[in-house]
């Protein structure tokens, strides 16, 4: 099992930048993918950004390309998701999640273990 903790959410004005953790249990960190997913109000849970378990391989969707870095450290079981430039339609539940494979997934269905859910929202 593994177990994730959000934290950083909150609400901020457009143009700033807000920084989200996520904190693993378990000593094999380094062997999960991870993926942070977001979901807005009404709207479908979709993939944000992901990156490999040694952190070579990192993917992001193209509304957040160029804004958002994804980051980790094994060494401390941690994942992060730095944002700037932040919009109105960045509001959402940010959720972190874990794979069990060394390779990134952009679809829900590819991770196995998720988060309680970080909420942020950006005010115009």
């Known amino acids: 099992q593994v177990q994730l903790v959000e934290s950083g959410g909150g609400s901020v004005q457009a143009g700033t930048s807000l920084r989200l953790s996520c904190a693993a249990s378990g000593r094999t960190f380094s062997m999960y993918a991870m993926g942070w997913f977001r979901q807005a109000p009404g709207k479908e849970r979709e993939f944000v950004a992901g990156i490999s378990g040694t952190g070579s391989r990192i993917y992001y969707a193209d509304s957040v390309k160029g804004r958002f870095t994804i980051s980790r450290e094994n060494a401390k079981n941690t994942v992060y998701l730095q944002m700037n430039s932040l919009k109105p339609e960045d509001t959402a539940v940010y959720y972190c999640?874990?794979?069990?494979?060394?390779?990134?997934?952009?679809?829900?269905?590819?991770?196995?273990?998720w988060g309680q859910g970080a909420p942020v929202t950006v005010s115009a």
């Open positions: 999640a874990a794979r069990i494979a060394i390779g990134v997934s952009t679809r829900k269905s590819g991770y196995d273990y």
